[in-house]
């Protein structure tokens, strides 16, 4: 039974995507929290970090500061940036494949912090506005010296 994810992975749906290699793949997180929320999931399905092996886990997290580095050189106005994994469901995961959420921070966002998991900006995106802001961060990425 094939989560969203492993849809995405597959190709069946379609992504924005950052980054990929042969373990995992990042891709811009449709809901937009603020602009550049990157998703980074394992290829392989791991349902969350209390399945990963040390493979998995050394690649994700060496990936996750250079991902993080590289999106926030996209733009001077990101000064932070929010990294997040629920992990079950009494923590509040709700696609049952690990995922892990990058949410750049901006000084004047007004976000919540408790809320910031539970925004969906999508209606004020178009396929256009995805695919500029996809495409600074892959740029960004093939520029960093971290990947
Ligand atoms: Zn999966």
């Known amino acids: 039974m094939a989560d969203i994810f492993d849809q995405i992975i597959a190709g069946e749906i379609p ?32 349902t ?5 092996d040390e493979a998995i886990t050394n690649k994700i997290m060496t990936l996750i500061p250079a991902l993080a580095k590289a999106i926030k050189a996209t733009d001077p ?4 940036m929010n990294i997040s994994s629920n992990n079950g469901e009494s923590a509040g995961q709700t696609v049952p ?6 949410i750049p921070r901006y000084d004047d966002d007004d976000l919540n ?6 925004i969906d900006n999508s209606a004020n995106y178009d396929q256009e ?5 996809a495409t600074q961060i892959r740029e960004s990425v093939e520029d960093s010296h971290g990947l």
């Not at 990042?26 to 791991?46: C, E, M, N, R």
């Not at 506005?129 to 802001?133: D, G, N, P």
């Open 15 to 46: 992504a924005y995507k950052i980054y990929e290699d042969d373990d995992v793949l990042a891709f811009l997180d449709i809901s937009q929290v603020t602009p550049g929320h990157t998703l980074l999931v394992p290829k392989q399905h791991y």
């Open 48 to 52: 969350n970090i209390f399945d990963y």
């Open 77 to 80: 106005a990101i000064t932070g």
């Open 97 to 102: 494949h690990s995922h892990w959420h990058l």
């Open 113 to 118: 912090d408790t809320l910031v998991p539970t």
């Open 129 to 133: 506005a995805y695919e500029t802001i």
